[in-house]
């Protein structure tokens, strides 16, 4: 254990990690789950077996692991706050793994743990992607400690793969680097094992094939939100864009404000920032060009799965700031020089998280939480619930755990699913028609209708045309991502007589809150 806290003692670094974990879990309790989050869960609690939560994983295309943990989870209760002790559990193994187990220095370990990645998106936001943060310092830490296990070092590669495809994306840069490494290291000692390379090989092509089996999409998934892969493959704009993405947005998470989960946009900000995080890059890596070597084939891959995929969030080209990690580690834990460069890189993303943090305490990411609340408060719980946007205001009934008619698929469903089913509304938005139908098929005189946004004046009079009559009853417009907002409406067939539970609602309405209610906790 000689090689741990080189530069430092431990008790100051265990002084360090004492406020940083207790901001950490403070953070952890403030935030609010949104769709995405709350969605997998919903997800674990509905599935009655594992084989039946495999079927929906298929609708999702991500691998099963992070679905399977909080399948586990939910078997000992199916309450949300549940997943964020999933994730609490995740991210005090990484403070712990930073500040007890690396070679930084302090001050870059200071840097680190202020850092956007660290501070929120990968510790504090309930998603898949900690583990990849997590799975990665486990491996370098064996990997630096014992290089010649390759095959124990290599099964780390292969369940950070099993946790999303840019886990894939780190993995094999990760494995690049370890691969040539060895090679040189044994043909050095005049003893080159093919047979451990093989076995090495074999267990990441494992890891990788059962991650393709669980990701692999369903036959009847739905397209119409992400875009069907390949459809940009050969536009070159796009490409540049994804470029700008991973190699810019990766150290300037809020260039892409207001919405960091999809990032990236406009795209000028985002290239302007790309020489300089190139220009760092160079200088940090020019005399460890293996290292470069790992960070580039993470930027190339990353950037090849943005122009199939169609996609590239924060989220996903965070895997940059992984693989920066793991070259610092291992430039540390060799007493190589390290150039300032590291630092700037470690400061820009610091600024990031101050400003995402200060957004996150002034105003909620999502509304959701707030919606929900309302309608327990008013008794409303039990009325039947109909929503559009699908993908939006899934939250609300999960949060409830409730089922809610979804006019894109004319289903009713307590999880949002990407089934095909879903396309024609998608693509249409004819809402009155969604809307008439759905209350032909529920056959309720009365529901209660969630959306992002305001019936248009079109809208409402092509519902009046259908003789349903809408009334807002609640607004909730307090989130800073636009498309988080909800629109608390009663529909009614005209003639049906309103119950006075919902005419007693709406006399608190529009813009009616109400901050908490009982029964129904914080998520």
């Known amino acids: 254990m000689g090689f741990l806290l080189e530069r430092w003692p431990k008790p100051a670094r265990v002084l ?12 952890l309790v403030h935030h609010q789950l949104w769709r995405d989050e709350i969605n997998v869960w919903g997800i674990a609690c509905v599935s009655q077996s594992y084989a039946e ?21 939910s078997r000992i209760t199916r309450e949300p706050w549940m997943l964020k002790v999933v994730q609490g559990v995740i991210g005090t193994a990484i403070y712990l793994m930073l500040a007890l187990t690396t070679p930084f220095r ?43 296990w390759m095959v124990r070092n290599t099964l780390w590669l292969a369940l950070i793969a099993n946790v999303d495809i840019t886990g894939a994306i780190l993995g094999s840069g990760l494995l690049l680097e370890y691969g040539v490494e060895r090679y040189r290291a044994q043909r050095a000692a005049g ?27 369903a036959k009847d998934i739905s397209w119409t939100s992400t875009g069907h892969a390949f459809s940009q493959f050969w536009d070159l704009e796009h490409l540049g864009e994804g470029f700008a993405k991973w190699a810019g947005v990766a150290w300037f998470p809020q260039v892409s404000d ?19 995080a190139l220009v760092l890059l160079y200088l940090m890596f020019r005399r460890q060009r293996h290292l470069g070597m790992m960070v580039g084939s993470v930027l190339a891959i990353g ?95 999960e949060r409830l755990q409730r089922p809610i008619y979804q006019i894109e698929c004319q289903c009713v469903d307590r999880v949002m699913t990407f089934a095909g089913r879903r396309d024609w509304m998608v693509m249409h938005r004819d809402v009155p028609a969604g809307v008439i139908e759905g209350l032909r098929r529920l056959d309720a ?6 959306m992002n946004r305001t019936l248009s004046a079109q809208e409402t009079d092509a519902l009046a045309n259908g003789e349903v009559e809408a009334d807002l009853l609640a607004q909730f417009d307090r989130g800073y991502v636009e498309d988080e907002h909800f629109y608390v409406y009663r529909l009614r067939r005209s003639g049906s007589p309103a119950r006075a539970i919902v005419q007693t609602a709406a006399k608190q309405a529009p813009g009616a809150r109400t901050q908490g209610s009982e029964g129904l906790g914080a998520f």
């Open 16 to 27: 360090l990690l004492i406020p940083f974990l207790g901001l950490y879990y403070v953070q």
């Open 53 to 73: 939560l495999l079927r929906r994983v298929h609708y999702e295309a991500h691998p099963a692991l992070w679905y399977t943990l909080c399948y586990a989870a």
């Open 106 to 148: 302090l001050r870059e370990l200071a840097l680190i743990f202020m850092g956007y990645y660290v501070f929120f998106q990968y510790t504090v936001m309930c998603r898949m992607y900690g583990l990849e943060l997590l799975f990665a310092l486990v491996y370098v830490w064996f990997r630096m400690r014992r290089p010649e």
């Open 191 to 217: 003893r080159v094992e093919a047979r451990r390379y093989v076995s090495a090989a074999a267990v990441y092509a494992a890891g990788i094939a059962l991650a393709m089996f669980t990701a692999c999409p």
């Open 258 to 276: 207001p919405v960091s989960f999809w990032g990236g946009d406009p795209v000028w900000p985002t290239s302007l920032f790309v020489p300089i």
């Open 303 to 397: 950037v090849l799965f943005s122009q199939v995929s169609g996609v590239a969030g924060i989220r996903h080209v965070g895997v940059m700031y992984i693989a920066f990690l793991v070259a610092l580690w291992m430039m540390r834990y060799r007493h190589e020089q390290v150039s300032a460069a590291s630092y700037v890189l470690l400061g820009l993303i610091v600024i990031s998280s101050g400003y995402e943090v200060a957004r996150q305490w002034g105003r909620p990411y999502t509304d959701d939480q707030a919606a929900a609340q309302w309608i327990v408060a008013h008794h409303l719980e039990n009325e039947p619930l109909m929503g559009e946007p699908d993908t939006h205001v899934i939250g609300v009934p």
């Open 445 to 450: 005189p009365e529901v209660l209708f969630l």
